[in-house]
């Protein structure tokens, strides 16, 4: 019986990382996909910086300083929602609102 079960164990792993696999596959598409499509419709802009006489590194530095205030701006934004809907589920399953302390 512990043979036949831990062969059942293997398959379960298995079809799990399988499961996980494949929409982490497809979330990574996903954000190639669109920062292709980002890149393809600023082609004009990084053109025109071109021909004003900006050089790659400092185009590419200024995308790089925008991805990261945007994604610091936007997990802020998101730390704030989590923490405010914490609030309203806890006074929900608590019947009140249950503060750090």
Not at 18 to 33: K, L
Not at 41 to 47: C, D, L, N, P, V
Not at 67 to 72: G, P
Request: net charge positive; aromatic share 6%; hydrophobic share 50%.
């Amino acid at each position: 019986m512990a043979v036949s079960s831990g062969r059942l164990l293997a398959r379960l792993r298995i079809r799990h990382s399988s499961a996980a696999d494949t929409p982490s596959s497809g979330a990574v598409f996903g954000a190639m996909n669109t920062m292709y499509a980002l890149v393809a419709a600023r082609t004009r802009e990084i053109g025109t910086l071109r021909a004003l006489g900006f050089s790659k590194v400092s185009i590419l530095t200024a995308f790089v300083v925008e991805s990261t205030f945007l994604a610091i701006v936007g997990g802020a934004l998101g730390c704030l929602l989590a923490l405010l809907a914490n609030g309203v589920t806890s006074a929900a399953v608590y019947g009140r609102q249950r503060g750090f302390s």
